[in-house]
């Protein structure tokens, strides 16, 4: 039987890395890893990624498809970050392509 991301991730039961009562439903800053950035400059998909406008919820081991021009460009989500600041926080997701499984 295939494993929630939350059971992948080695994290224990009651430190979910995206429990459902952090999620803020905004939007979030999207970031990328150097191999997910190199992708995405050989594809001319930066900017598109740039602008996703995905929410809090989604989670850590989470797929992003981009479709684009009849191509599917897939990545991972593979980290959550709060950034605080005076003005309040916000949510950074991490991408990493390839998708692996984990």
Known sequence: MARTPAER????EDQSPS???RATGRPVIITLTSAASRYAGKHSIAGILAALRLDSDCAVGDLVSLED????HDFAIVRRRWIASGAGATLELTLDHPARSF
């Open 19 to 21: 429990p459902e009562d």
């Open 9 to 12: 991730s080695g994290h224990q």
């Open 69 to 72: 021009t009849g191509t599917r």
